[in-house]
């Protein structure tokens, strides 16, 4: 049974900084895509950041200059580093791997983030 499991949420003050990680246990095939989505109060969950294996970057505008994804394949772990928060980026946050073979999906519980103003 494969599991995603995050931490490093929690509530902090705009302009601060939190990092997230996400791990994944259990039998683990080759993963290509990494990503964090974020999914704030009444709205639909959306991608904020991705990472291949090739460790090629893609971010939503939003985020951009502000957040950092990285990974670590031999711990199937991904990362993201937020700086300069607001008190827009206030969601759960999830993460998200893909196998490269077969392109099973895999999702995280989330973790929330709060930044306050």
């Known amino acids: 049974q494969v599991q995603l499991v995050e931490s490093g949420g929690g509530l902090v003050q705009a302009g601060g900084s939190l990092r997230l990680s996400c791990a994944a246990s259990?039998?683990?095939?080759?993963?290509?895509?990494m990503e964090w989505y974020l999914q704030a109060p009444g709205k639909q969950r959306e991608l904020v950041a991705s990472?291949?294996?090739?460790?090629?970057?893609n971010y939503v505008d939003s985020v951009k200059g502000r957040f950092t994804i990285s990974r670590d394949n031999a711990k199937t772990a991904v990362y993201l580093q937020m700086n300069s928060l607001k008190p827009e980026d206030t969601a759960v946050y999830y993460c998200?791997?893909?196998?490269?073979?077969?392109?099973?999906?895999?999702w995280g519980k989330g973790t929330l983030v709060t930044v306050s103003s």
């Open positions: 259990g039998i683990i095939l080759r993963i290509n895509i």
């Open positions: 998200h791997m893909r196998t490269l073979y077969g392109g099973i999906d895999y």
């Open positions: 990472i291949s294996s090739g460790g090629s970057t």
